[in-house]
């Protein structure tokens, strides 16, 4: 049952601190996205690989945010310094680029107090 | 600024009846449109998708149409059934030459079928 995991599920932690969320996107996938939902904006692009290079991280706040696949299993999405505006659910997508479908992971749901 | 627009947040219909979604895009750039399903605490699963080729793409209960004079989509659910109650989430995508293809989505419409 190929799906695409998040870890961890939830975070909460305290403003300043730093954040590190990790995607292992579905085998054989080359396309990995980072996405943020949030009530005003929907799901915002934040960053975007394709077979591990970066394409477009435009959407992500440089200052702070910061994205990188270490290997074709793993991705992460870094906040150091996190703010609570941070707080919001961070979703990972993989797919391919041949294709138009995109495989959610579940999210991680991320409190900064 | 949303290239792509649910201008309706909110929608509740009748078991049985049919439930119609919209979507809005500026982009004419756009050649694939996507409906994506979200429950609560999970990601968005796809749902059915339409290629700008086409007008009309039918997957069981659900039909996807596309008017791109209007630059319009719509997600036709019929019968609607209280499982579908979710949000819904139009997506649109388009061929960037070097960054392959770019995806927007829109902020979602949360759908509610009651029983």
């Known amino acids: 049952d190929a799906r695409v995991t998040q870890t961890p599920r939830h975070k909460v932690t305290e403003m300043g601190q730093e954040v590190t969320m990790r995607c292992q996107p579905i085998?054989?996938?080359?396309?990995v996205f980072w996405y943020r939902q949030t009530m005003m904006q929907g799901l915002e692009l934040l960053a975007y690989?394709?077979?591990?290079?970066?394409?477009?991280d435009s959407g992500m706040p440089k200052d702070r945010f910061s994205a990188e696949m270490p290997d074709a299993t793993l991705a992460t999405l870094k906040i150091q310094p996190s703010e609570p505006r941070d707080s919001a659910v961070y979703f990972c997508?993989?797919?391919?680029?041949?294709?138009?479908?995109?495989?959610f992971g579940p999210g991680t749901r991320l409190t900064v107090l | 600024d949303q290239q792509v627009k649910q201008n309706s947040p909110s929608l509740s219909v009748q078991e049985g009846r049919i439930s119609i979604l919209n979507c809005d895009y500026t982009?004419?750039?756009?050649?694939?449109f996507l409906w994506y399903k979200k429950y609560p605490a999970e990601g968005p699963t796809f749902l059915i998708s339409?290629?700008?080729?086409?007008d009309k793409n039918e997957d069981g209960r659900f039909t996807v149409f596309l008017n791109k004079s209007a630059k319009h989509l719509s997600l036709h659910i019929v019968p609607s059934q209280p499982g579908d109650s979710a949000v819904y989430f139009c997506?649109?995508?388009?061929?960037?030459?070097?960054?392959?293809?770019?995806?927007?989505f829109g902020t979602g419409t949360s759908l509610t079928v009651i029983p």
């Open positions: 997508a993989s797919g391919h680029s041949l294709a138009h479908e995109q495989f």
């Open positions: 997506a649109a995508s388009a061929l960037i030459s070097n960054t392959g293809n770019q995806f927007y």
């Open positions: 085998l054989g996938h080359n396309t």
């Open positions: 982009n004419s750039m756009f050649d694939y």
């Open positions: 690989f394709r077979n591990r290079a970066p394409l477009d």
């Open positions: 339409i290629s700008s080729i086409k």
